[in-house]
């Protein structure tokens, strides 16, 4: 066994020292190279020792005293990789480092001290080192842990060396420990493994080049090395408790303390694996190292990827997925205000909600325009006065699967909500849960307002091209005026011919006026204002389908009381004109066009339905409201529809439409009252 021991530390040395040659050749002048040289150095030295110690048997102390500073060095080593010192000033201001070199030279003069002072003095030795190797490791774990892909790759082999050889030395020092002495047989196996690390390390001295890792703690990283550090402490625990009953347990205290051990070990093995300490000790780390829940750093570089990477031209789309995915669920919606009192829905995501209740939401408004809180509508309908003054429909909220409202704030007024449905069984949101949602929804606030902009002002350069090719239509419009002025001029001269020329002068007369009209209106569009007075909605209705009716199908009317608002009636009147002009386009003679009007909670409802061809939901929801857009070929300019929905929304209502193919279309627009 001897022999086996001489070779072993003799092989050791010789791989340390050509490791060491390679170093010096290298020239590495950084911090950490002159580490690994020390390190190697000390390696190299406690092996020759550890050989002639066999040989010769003089006292194992020379060789400790050499491994607690080689375990000092390698110690070091990580610490001013994780801390990137390059130098060692910089490395002994470092708060961490101090820290260490403290406790490892007070440490180490007290075991010394006892052990160089006290009878059976060497206990004190193998606790040193027990402690050391076990901090050791709990450093390597550290370091692995928080470095990324790229990091690892160099380090593994690193890790793999020190990791092999420092939890060799803590189960050899482990056992010395328990019964007062080493165990030779691992003591001369010590020297192999400590050759076979020599490679490994070599390859990460190749790989990495200023032994530098950028390395963030995190709550997991804390976890583990909790955990690892509680079984050290566990196993250090079982190493006094089987010392004790060694001591007084007489001839049977070896086989009591085996059993112990044994025991021990298992119920160690149990608590790792269950769950609920686990989880407890997540909590503990949670509550008392960490001030967040969550990883900011990870959410908001997981949000900038998401809006990054999305593949949707829906802006509404990505907002609501990433506001989903930051719950890990799948459902939910995102809410537009209109104005006061008035919401539309621009996109659902696996949720139903009806865009005729979601006035609802007006007491939301006011409250979250107020506090500027998250709703979590499970914690209000369990816990009383948990939102004071919010008055909540909580039977909506049920009817449309509504469990979080999110408000959207857009120059510090609400602009809209994400309304969330969250799986049954989630607990009631928490504060950290709430500063999350909030941080994002605000991001997500930037992200869909910078879109925005962008839209109206791609619709402002479409609208600035359409004013420019206005100018050659009025030109033309100009000429088309001026021959029919000459003809109504000549109309005296024909007043002899039959009754129905003069109908015909009539018409071009009317003609005349209504191309005048028309004229202005293009010539004044850019500075045209809203000309709002009281309208009556019947007298204006009954006119839209006089004009109408001059072709089929014939226009009816369901108008069941007066009605008067305060409107632009001229320009509502070209909208309900141009409206109903398409549903007699898409409407077979044989069929029917109806504009149906009424007054619900004081808003005007007007609704322009009829059962023509109708519009598939793709076609309502790309290129129905898209300006510039038309399936009429050259007769049409398709900016009516939009236009129309402009109109309404200036007004403060919205325009709704819903359309089968092949069975007909409603238009539904509605307009306060007030």
Known sequence: MALIGISGYLLAGCAYLVFILLLLAARNKTLSGRLVLLGSVFVLASSVAAAIQIDQGFSLQTVLLIETFKLAIWSLLILCTQANAHSISSAFHHPKIKKYLLTWFVLSSLCWLGALTQPQGAKYLFSLFLLLNLWLMVLLEQLYRNADVKVKWALWSLIIALGMSTVFDFVLFAQAALVNQLDFSYWYARGFVTAVGMPLILVSTRRIKNWSVNVFVSRDVVFYSSMLLISGLYLLLLALAGYVINYFGGAWGDVVSVAFIILGGAVLAALLVTERLRREVKVFITKHFFANKYDYRFEWLKSIDQLSNSNSDNYYQTATQIICSSLNIEQGALVSKVSVGMYKIVYQQDLDVENRQLHYLSAVDEFCQQHGWIIDVREYASIENSYPNLDLNLEFCREQQIDIIIPIFKNDQVGGFFLLALPKGRSILNWEDRDLLFAISKQLSNYMSLNEANDRLAESKQFDAFHRMSAFLVHDLKNIQAQLGLINANAKRHRDNPDFIDDVFETIDSATDRLDKVLSQLRNKQVAESNKKPTSVNQLIEKVAKQRNVIMPQVTLEISVEIEIVIDDETFYSVLNHLVQNAQEATPDDGWVKIRAEI???????????????????????????????????????????????????????????????????????????
């Open 600 to 674: 619900i909670a004081n808003n005007l409802h007007v609704a322009v339905l009829d059962n023509g061809c109708g519009m598939s939901s793709d076609f309502i929801k790309n290129r129905l409201f898209k300006p510039f857009d038309t399936t009429k070929g050259n007769a049409g300019m398709g900016i009516g529809v939009y236009e129309a929905k402009q109109f309404i929304e200036s007004a403060g209502g919205t325009m709704q439409v819903t359309s089968f193919e092949d069975e007909g279309s409603i238009f539904h627009l509605t307009i306060p009252c007030e």
